[in-house]
Nanobody, 119 residues
Framework: QVPLVESGGGLVQFGGSLRLSCTAS????????MSWYRQAPGKERELVAR????????NYADSVKGRFIISRDNNKKTAYLQMNNLQAEDTAVYYC????????????WGQGTQVTVSS
C-alpha cells in the first residue's frame, strides 16, 4: 500500500491551470501537515506550499504566491494544489509530503507527478 499517491500532472500551455491531488492511505492523515514540493531538472527540491493539519494555516513560496492554492479535505484524505497562470519555470516533478506532528512520527512522500508548461 502506497501511503501517498499524486495525480493531476501533465502538459499545459503557458498561462493555463492544473490541479494536483495527493491521496493518502495507511496513516492518520488528519494529524499531518501536508506540503507540495517540486524539483526541476538540475535543481534542488524546493517547498512550494504547506498546509497545517486542520487546513487553517498555509504557506507559499514567493514564486507561487497569488497563483497557487493549497487545500485539503480530511474526510477524503486528500490534499490539493491548484496551480493557475502557469509559467515555464513551474515545469518540474511535483511531490506531496506528509509531515507528522513530531519527529517521532514517520513522514511520507509521494512518487511525484510531472508538470510541464509549454510556451
Amino acid at each position: 500500500q502506497v501511503p501517498l499517491v499524486e495525480s493531476g500532472g501533465g502538459l499545459v500551455q503557458f498561462g493555463g491551470s492544473l490541479r494536483l491531488s495527493c491521496t493518502a492511505s495507511g496513516f492518520l492523515f488528519g494529524s499531518y501537515a501536508m506540503s507540495w514540493y517540486r524539483q526541476a531538472p538540475g535543481k534542488e527540491r524546493e517547498l512550494v506550499a504547506r498546509i497545517n493539519s486542520v487546513g487553517r494555516k498555509t504557506n507559499y513560496a514567493d514564486s507561487v504566491k497569488g497563483r497557487f492554492i493549497i487545500s485539503r479535505d480530511n474526510n477524503k484524505k486528500t490534499a490539493y494544489l491548484q496551480m493557475n497562470n502557469l509559467q515555464a519555470e513551474d515545469t518540474a516533478v511535483y511531490y506531496c509530503n506528509a509531515e507528522g506532528p513530531s519527529s517521532w512520527w514517520q513522514d511520507y512522500w509521494g512518487q511525484g507527478t510531472q508538470v510541464t508548461v509549454s510556451s
